[in-house]
């Protein structure tokens, strides 16, 4: 019930195109769900998060879907740039604990 | 804001010996620190849970005595691997929670010889 499923594991996608990754989670008691984005070798880079009281959230090109009922949530890249080539990892939070249960990360490629 | 660093950024050690890093909240005050470990290509796989001024919360398989973790101040928590072996070796990061996010570090790359 700690699971968090990401997927895809590895995506390429082209210059303008929208890079789209999906998470799902299980635990109803999660109210935290942020994306991280992490390049070869640093640490993970907070993207942007949504609270589970809102469906969307947009900041600049990167969108949050959340869906509460399926338990799901989606980070949307549109207009991808190879510099967005990194790995993207979603986590989920009960926000009283700080603890992040993260997903398994994908590996976005962006073409030029 | 919300800035977290570590030191050092790389180290090599000869298996045996024993390797601290540091990890600080620059800018704010963490009661909560989080350790990690990550393996290439891999999630980021929490390792203990450090709070100021008590003992370490380790998760299930993390040997305590091998990664001692301290959380002397606010804005210092430190883990030190013990008698480090070369399956020891990978990419440490921490993170400081404020305001149930956290914030992570740039990661520290350890290679046991």
């Known amino acids: 019930q700690q699971q968090v499923k990401q997927s895809p594991q590895s995506l390429i996608v082209q210059k303008g195109g929208i890079s789209i990754i999906n998470c799902a989670y299980e635990?109803?008691?999660?109210?935290?769900f942020p994306w991280y984005q992490q390049f070869p070798g640093k640490g993970p880079a907070l993207l942007i998060a949504?609270?589970?009281?809102?469906s969307e959230k947009k900041e600049g090109r990167f969108t949050i879907s959340f869906n509460k009922s399926a338990k799901q949530f989606s980070l949307h890249i549109m207009d991808s740039q190879p510099g967005d080539s990194a790995t993207y990892f979603c986590?989920?939070?009960?926000?009283?604990?700080?603890?992040?249960?993260f997903g398994t990360g994908t590996r976005l490629k962006v073409l030029a | 804001g919300a800035v977290v660093s570590q030191h050092p950024s790389r180290v090599i050690c000869k298996s045996g010996t024993s390797v601290k890093i540091e990890c600080r909240s620059l800018?704010?005050?963490?009661?909560?620190m989080f350790w990690y470990r990550q393996f290439p290509k891999k999630s980021l796989m929490l390792m203990a849970t450090?709070?100021?001024?008590?003992?370490?919360?380790?998760e299930q398989g993390v040997e305590k005595d091998k990664f001692l973790i301290n959380h002397a101040s606010l804005t210092l928590s430190t883990l030190t691997v013990t008698s480090a072996h070369p399956e020891d070796s990978s990419f440490y990061i921490c993170?400081?929670?404020?305001?149930?996010?956290?914030?992570f570090g740039p990661g520290t790359r350890l290679t046991v010889l």
């Open positions: 800018d704010f005050q963490a009661t909560t």
């Open positions: 986590a989920a939070s009960n926000s009283g604990t700080y603890k992040y249960i």
């Open positions: 635990n109803t008691a999660f109210d935290y």
């Open positions: 450090s709070n100021e001024g008590s003992k370490a919360t380790y």
């Open positions: 949504i609270r589970p009281d809102v």
């Open positions: 993170s400081a929670g404020e305001r149930g996010e956290q914030f």
